[in-house]
């Protein structure tokens, strides 16, 4: 944590905002192959880790907000080296748009207050 910006209500509602944007992201760009492989991934990872960890927009309320911090950065990094390493015949654009879903990852784990 660099400087807590965003706490934990906020966090939650840019959480839900990141699947929404992985899914509309996906239909608009009509990413196929891998790159919608990705997206899914990172879709599917963010709605299931919302869903059950222990802060305001979790439903289930299973694991600690910090332990979601450092999933949801794994799942950064793997967008991250899956966009650069596994998709290199993927369109510019449908890169871009991976690169910077999973960049948005480091960012929230840096400026997210984890101490609740």
Request: hydrophobic share 55%.
């Amino acid at each position: 944590m660099l400087l807590p910006l965003i706490g934990i209500r906020l966090h939650g509602w840019l959480d839900d905002l990141v699947v929404l944007t992985y899914l509309l992201g996906a239909a608009g760009l009509r990413l196929r192959g891998g790159a919608l492989t990705v997206a899914l991934a990172g879709a599917t990872t963010h709605f299931l880790l919302t869903r059950v960890t222990n802060y305001p927009q979790g439903t289930w309320k299973l694991i600690p907000f910090r332990v979601h911090a450092f999933i949801e950065l794994g799942e950064g990094a793997a967008v991250v080296a899956a966009t650069v390493g596994l998709l290199p015949g993927t369109p510019l654009r449908a890169r871009i748009f991976l690169l910077l879903l999973g960049l948005s990852q480091f960012a929230a784990f840096s400026f997210s207050d984890y101490r609740t």
